[in-house]
Structure formats: C-alpha cells, structure tokens
C-alpha cells in the first residue's frame, strides 16, 4: 500500500482475529471537509448543485425538455466550484481570478434560470415543467444570494485597498508640504 508504512508491523495478523488499525482514506479524501460543509459558503453551494440536479431531473421527465441543457451545465459548475473550493484550489491556482469568475457563475446562472423558469411555468401545461420552474425560482434566490455574497466580499477588499491607498497618498502629500513650508 502507498505510502509504505514506516514502522511495519513485525508480526502478522492472527487468521481470524482483526486488529482496528488506521483508517484507509480511499475514497473519502476526495470529499470536502465537514468545516466547509457547514460554512456559508459550503451551503449555499451544495444547495445550488441540489437545486441544479433537481431542476435537471424536472426538464427531462416534461414536455419543455430543451431547457435541460442549462441546469445540467449549473450542476457541473456548481460541483467544480465545491470541490474547487473545498480543495483550496483558488490557493494553488493564483493566476485565476476566482471570485470573478465565481461571481460571473452565478449571475449568469441566476438570470437564466429566472428566463427559463418564467418560459417553463407561462408557456408549458405539464406538472414536471411547473415542478422544474418552481425549483427554478428555488435556485435562482439561491445564485442571486450567493451572488450578492460574493459582491460584498469583493467590495469589502476593494474598499480596503482604496483606503490603504488613500492613507499612502495622504502621508504623501502631508509630506511634500511639510518640506515646502520650511
């Protein structure tokens, strides 16, 4: 097994008898970390990746099938930027802008579920594209909440750069007048 282990074990397991020992990750490392799970964050991106599946399913059981496309590409996104984020990809990847393009994820994906979702409950009479709607309008509070999460984080930065920068200018200009008075 790898890595090998770095003290082996010098006498072997009895044949009927099991020892607990360490736990194999296997497939559990690719799974995100339960604090991330239930941070904000976390939340509202399992809840999109849900909302998009769910909504996925409802197109493809009704008659107003060509939207089905939409929710389908949300769903991967949303599970790109989970696993991208629980992952910490945005630390090792820093030539990405990730909070644009997360932003930029879902404004689009909230503006098109909202067009989709008025087109599936006015136009189409079946109960999974009413159902596929109403899920619609679910998801698009939540891309329109994440949203205007990510908007405020980013004004926050932005704002505490300006003022930094502003503080730099200040200190400047208090300086060139100071050796102007002498």
């Known amino acids: 097994m790898w890595p090998p282990d770095p003290d082996p074990d010098p006498d072997p397991e009895p044949a009927g008898g099991s020892r ?3 736990a194999v990750p296997g497939l ?3 799974l995100p970390a339960r604090a991330f799970l239930c941070s904000l964050k976390g939340r509202l991106l399992l809840a999109e990746s ?4 769910i ?9 107003a099938s060509a ?12 599970l790109f930027f989970l696993f991208a984020d629980a992952m910490q990809l945005n630390d090792k990847w820093q030539g990405l802008c990730w909070p644009m393009m997360d932003f930029l994820r879902c404004v689009t994906a909230a503006l098109i579920y909202f067009a ?5 409950v006015a136009k189409y009479s079946d109960g999974a594209s009413k159902a596929a709607g109403v899920f619609g309008f679910f998801a698009t509070i939540v891309f329109a909440i ?3 999460l990510i908007f405020n984080d ?5 704002k505490q750069g300006d003022s930094a920068d502003e503080t730099t200018a200040h200190k400047t200009e208090e300086e060139n007048s100071d050796s102007d008075s002498d």
Do not use: Q
């Open 28 to 30: 559990r490392a690719l």
């Open 154 to 158: 980013v004004a926050k930065f932005l």
């Open 67 to 78: 939207f089905l496309t939409a929710p389908l590409l949300e769903f991967l996104l949303a």
């Open 20 to 22: 607990p020992g360490p």
């Open 50 to 53: 849900g909302l998009s599946f």
């Open 146 to 148: 994440d949203f205007y």
């Open 55 to 63: 909504t996925f399913i409802c197109y493809v059981a009704s008659s």
């Open 116 to 120: 989709i979702s008025i087109t599936a």
